[in-house]
Nanobody, 119 residues
Framework: VQLQASGGGLVQPGGSLRLSCAAS????????MAWYRQAPGKQRELVAS???????NYADFVKGRFTISRDNGKNTVYLQMNILKPEDTAVYYC??????????????WGQGTQVTVSS
């Protein structure tokens, strides 16, 4: 299973970006999908997650600004980021939890996409 993330870039404070992460390969069933981020010198932290039944969970620091969504038919998770702040600058990673063909649970990470918020 491979995860391909895209959509990062440089944006001014107050601007918006939309991240995408598509899973490909031999996939049985994708369960939770999530976005994490890691800023320089800091630990990786959860930004938002969404279950297969579309239950969403957000970190307090993005509530009201970011929206996570998914397209189960395309095995893709999105993160719409609005009202971006300089402190949102980080590498953003997608994370997918799935049930493999042998019924085991596995977790995969995307390669990361850089988001820089600066004027």
């Amino acid at each position: 299973v491979q995860l391909q993330a895209s959509g990062g870039g440089l944006v001014q404070p107050g601007g918006s970006l939309r991240l995408s992460c598509a899973a490909s390969g031999s996939i049985n069933r994708i369960n939770d999908m999530a976005w994490y981020r890691q800023a320089p010198g800091k630990q990786r932290e959860l930004v938002a997650s969404i279950s297969r039944s579309y239950f969403r969970n957000y970190a307090d620091f993005v509530k009201g600004r970011f929206t996570i969504s998914r397209d189960n038919g395309k095995n893709t998770v999105y993160l719409q980021m609005n009202i971006l702040k300089p402190e949102d600058t980080a590498v953003y990673y997608c994370n997918v939890a799935l049930t493999d063909w042998d019924m085991s649970s596995r977790t995969y990470w995307g390669q990361g996409t850089q988001v820089t918020v600066s004027s």
